[in-house]
């Protein structure tokens, strides 16, 4: 899936005509997305070398986005943990309908990757982050709107969405874009960088292959496989 | 204009009499400033050396001011856009009566300066600052208090300036004067260091000369001096 | 005292059985501590030697505070300048009864110390830090709640704190202390660096020892002792 919307991104990067891109969630259900595969993080049934690829490849896509000279909305119609809350912090705002969002990776026992946390400090403050990130919380998006975490709340968050896109796109791109670069260009380059992130896979790895982690994360699984099939496999 | 205020400044500093200073708007209209000359920023009207030496001037002016041992107040009284406001961000203390505030120079293709959108987040917050700087937005005092962009709302806002002040001044200076420091002392330095600004200058030049901004800035400019010469000319 | 609360915390973090500490005042008042002894910042009652042992000790000891992997509350019945504030800054979480809070070192002509004024930017942002610090402000919990220096007020603040402990602890120790440590370890390294508080405390020590500050605090303590013995001796 990372790799899809490296792709897609970096298509959209290479046609002129593109000047903005909205992410929106094709789901019936009022769920944004359901966050990274638990499967990708689950020590046993993956690999260290498959691991790092993919956490390589999943940072890579966002520190593209979160520096892309485009317009970038997240249409957020419902829930957003994890993986769907990092990559709306690397949009340029974001628009929520309903249920909550946070990075809850604290909750299954996984440290919260260090440069999300940095992003979420930089959307809405290191104390707000800490609280959040530390405590697993995810928060309705009232609470969100309050402390910015997103800029508005709509019913109708893809019309939304496009209003303000033609809005914005009615501003010239050659300073927005170049201002949009003084605030996020070096964090991007940082936290893109692949040396960087190989070396955080490996460190990262220690703790998703610990006793304690695989225990708590198997006991997460169950729970969710009960819940059946119909809803969403274990997400992150 | 630039140079006079860095005189004033320097000769207030030199007055060991002098433990504050205030700084508001002799208009008799509700207008603070209408910020910096676009003539200085419209390439075909000036050149790089001319562009290089305003850049340096007014950002050295700003460096002084925000670490200025003073206690330094803005008392706004009506529109503060672009250089007006980043002048207010370089105060202690901001009291504003009406009109708006922002820094907006993104509306008319030309990129925010980097030490200004910093001067915001440390004022505001990065989510926020980014925000306003990337969509160019001015916001009305009621708000610009909400975000911590000012600090007061008053009717009168020379007066109550002058009571802030005199509040203040109870405070003895040494403690102050020390804590005001470790809080702006490094950013004032790499803000004002005449190297950088040299090259922020031939880096921005680039951006100012191109077709693009020539051509938006050619018809703002028309769009102003339509609307006659009794309103403000065209500044930023 | 700092000696105790340091060994008290290692002795903490020894007992692989203790995940957390719950730090409150044991006064029947409502105070949640009178700040740091005058005496010790007092230069005529002190010497350099001995400040620099005070100010290396209390700052070694919040450094370990700040990046425990305990869960730390501060549970603030009441008043809480200067060095409670701090103190409670390096908890996770911030439980209040009454009183006001603040760093207000300014007010005795005493500069905040710069990793102090750091501690509580991270929390509420600089922009209110700054004001909160060069203007001696403290401030009733009810607006220390709105900017986020507490998370709750409460008028049990004891049981609160044991409450929010137990539900803190239902999370797993390793995501949530990994975490900790990405957003607080290299701020505390800094901060309880033996060299550069032995330097930072050289430095103190020229203002501490200046005419001015020892008249005022002189003034402050002739005041505090006028207020009579049974008042609580001049603490900041």
């Not at 499967?39 to 070398?49: G, Q």
């Not at 501003?171 to 960088?193: C, H, N, W, Y």
């Given at each position: 899936?990372?790799?899809?919307?490296?792709?897609?991104l970096?298509?959209?990067h290479?046609?002129?005509?593109?000047r903005?891109?909205?992410?929106?969630?094709?789901?019936d259900?009022?769920?944004?997305?359901?966050?990274?595969?638990i499967?990708?993080?689950?020590?046993?049934?993956?690999?260290?070398?498959r691991?790092?690829?993919?956490?390589?490849?999943?940072?890579?896509?966002?520190?593209?986005?979160?520096?892309?000279?485009?317009?970038?909305?997240?249409?957020?119609?419902?829930?957003?943990?994890?993986?769907?809350?990092?990559?709306?912090?690397?949009?340029d705002?974001?628009?929520?309908?309903?249920?909550?969002?946070?990075?809850?990776?604290?909750?299954?026992?996984?440290?919260?990757?260090?440069?999300?946390?940095?992003?979420?400090?930089?959307a809405?403050?290191?104390?707000?982050?800490?609280?959040?990130c530390?405590?697993?919380?995810?928060?309705?998006?009232?609470r969100?709107?309050?402390?910015?975490?997103?800029?508005?709340?709509h019913?109708?968050?893809?019309a939304?969405?496009?209003?303000?896109?033609?809005?914005?796109?009615?501003?010239?791109?050659?300073?927005?874009?170049?201002?949009?670069?003084?605030?996020?260009?070096?964090?991007?380059?940082?936290?893109?960088?692949?040396?960087?992130l190989?070396?955080?896979?490996?460190?990262?790895?220690?703790?998703?292959?610990s006793?304690?982690?695989?225990?708590i994360?198997?006991?997460?699984?169950?729970?969710?496989?009960?819940?059946?099939?119909r809803?969403?496999?274990?997400?992150?």
């Open positions: 899936m990372y790799k899809a919307l490296e792709q897609t970096d298509d959209l290479n046609d002129k005509a593109v903005g891109v909205i992410f929106r969630s094709a789901l259900r009022d769920i944004y997305t359901a966050g990274n595969d499967n990708a993080l689950f020590a046993p049934r993956t690999t260290l070398a691991y790092r690829e993919y956490l390589v490849i999943s940072n890579r896509f966002l520190a593209k986005l979160l520096s892309s000279p485009l317009v970038t909305v997240a249409a957020i119609k419902g829930a957003c943990p994890a993986g769907g809350c990092v990559l709306a912090l690397c949009c705002y974001r628009i929520m309908k309903s249920g909550s969002i946070g990075l809850n990776e604290v909750a299954l026992a996984i440290p919260v990757p260090a440069y999300w946390a940095r992003l979420m400090s930089s809405i403050g290191e104390g707000e982050a800490y609280r959040m530390t405590l697993a919380r995810q928060i309705p998006a009232s969100a709107l309050q402390i910015g975490l997103i800029d508005e709340i019913e109708d968050v893809d939304q969405a496009r209003r303000f896109m033609n809005e914005t796109l009615k501003l010239p791109d050659v300073g927005r874009i170049a201002t949009k670069m003084s605030f996020r260009q070096s964090l991007a380059q940082e936290m893109g960088d692949e040396k960087r190989a070396k955080e896979a490996d460190k990262s790895w220690d703790k998703l292959s006793k304690e982690t695989v225990a994360l198997t006991a997460v699984m169950a729970k969710l496989s009960k819940k059946g099939k809803k969403a496999d274990g997400k992150l």
